[in-house]
Each structure stands twice: as C-alpha cells, then as structure tokens.
C-alpha cells in the first residue's frame, strides 16, 4: 500500500461510498462534467426552507476512483450544514479529508465541489433568494452557460463559440446553438441547456434552436 497512489481512506469511500443515490424531486440539483469527455458528478439536495439547513444530500458519480471518493467526501461534509457554510467548502478541504489526492488527480475534488456550489445556487434560482435572486438578462444566461459542456471538447459551450444567439424578454429566453437539430449531440446539449436555466425563478420558457 505505500506505493499505492491513492490513500487508504480514498480507497475505503472509492469502495464504500457514502449517500449514493437520487433524491427524488429535489430542491437542488447539479450535474458538472460530461460522461462524453470524463469525469461528472450529479448532486442532488434537499433544504430546509426555513433554516436553509442541508437535511439530506445525494450523488452520482461516473468516473474513477478520486471522483467517487470526492463525491462521498464531500455529501458528508455538507449534510446538517446550511446553505451558506456549504458553499464555503473548499477543493482543498475535501482533498485533505481524504489525506490527499495525486496531483493528477485534483480536478475531481475540484469538480465535487463544483457540483455542490451548482446544486445550492440551483436552489438559490427556484426560490428566488441569494444569489439566485438576480433577474435573468443575457449576461446571467451566458454566466450559467459556461455550466454547460460542449461534449466534442469538453469546454462549455461559451468558450468554444457554439452559442450563436441569446435573446431574454418576458420570461422567456431563446437561445441558438450552432448545431444541426440531428447532431448524436444536439440533445444532450439542449437538455444541459434548458437544465440551467429553466428552474430561474422568472423564467416561464427556454426555447433551443438548431442551426438549419
């Protein structure tokens, strides 16, 4: 084991994860990374509305074994905190709790905490409080965009151009990806899309068209 690049306590939550799974209609939810080009998290919250108290957390992890063990790490460390206190978790934290990480892989604990501070400002958004309270202009669309993978690169769809379009008025953004609508990606792509934005408290409609 001393040669191992993994600790033991990595290993242990890598094989026995903690709070795995889906909750069912939850207050807050995140998916960061793509299955299509790595590592992704999904997470899952549900919060006190009074105390804005985690009372139970969730996730998903496709990837390697820093990734699971991060996630769990992670799940564990948010449970019972509020809102706030949880968004104040740090990369380094989580990989300190599990005695550390291999350099090369430091970008999962990066991404467990990504998901985390996505799913409570997923939150934040449906109930209009926070930082979700922000009404939705074009500048908080592109900001949430830089959420969504572009699965042929790996980087969102902002770095890489594949928004052409974005238009906000009366609740309802309509936005145009630089895609044919029969591309294997255009799908994932718009759900990512519609993902993000549709919880926005003063969003009534997402509308994602495709280059003809």
């Known amino acids: 084991m001393a040669n191992a690049p993994y600790t033991?306590?990595?290993i242990e939550y890598f094989q026995n994860p903690k709070n795995v799974g889906e909750i069912e209609d939850p207050d807050g939810y995140a998916k960061e990374g793509s299955p299509a080009c790595g590592d992704m998290v999904e997470l899952f919250l549900k919060v006190d509305d009074d105390t804005h108290e985690i009372k139970d957390i969730k996730f998903k992890s496709y990837g390697c074994a820093s990734n699971?063990?991060?996630?769990s790490i992670i799940t564990e460390m948010a449970m019972g905190s509020t809102i706030e206190?949880?968004?104040d978790i740090s990369w380094q934290e989580a990989a300190d709790e599990l005695g550390g990480l291999p350099d090369l892989k430091t970008h999962c604990s990066?991404?467990?905490?990504?998901?985390?501070?996505?799913a409570i400002r997923n939150y934040e958004e449906r109930q209009g409080i926070g930082e979700g309270k922000k009404e939705t202009t074009v500048e908080v669309v592109k900001e949430r965009l830089k959420h969504v993978m572009n699965p042929m690169t790996g980087v969102d769809v902002i770095q890489t151009d594949l928004i052409h379009d974005i238009e906000v008025e009366d609740g309802k953004i309509s936005i145009k990806v630089d895609l044919e609508e029969d591309h294997q990606f255009a799908s994932a792509v718009k759900e990512?899309?519609?993902e993000k934005l549709e919880p926005r408290w003063d969003v009534e409609e997402v509308v994602v068209k495709f280059v003809e």
């Open 8 to 10: 033991e306590k990595v």
């Open 68 to 71: 699971i063990a991060t996630g």
């Open 85 to 87: 206190e949880a968004k």
């Open 110 to 118: 990066v991404l467990a905490v990504d998901a985390l501070r996505e």
């Open 192 to 194: 990512d899309i519609k």
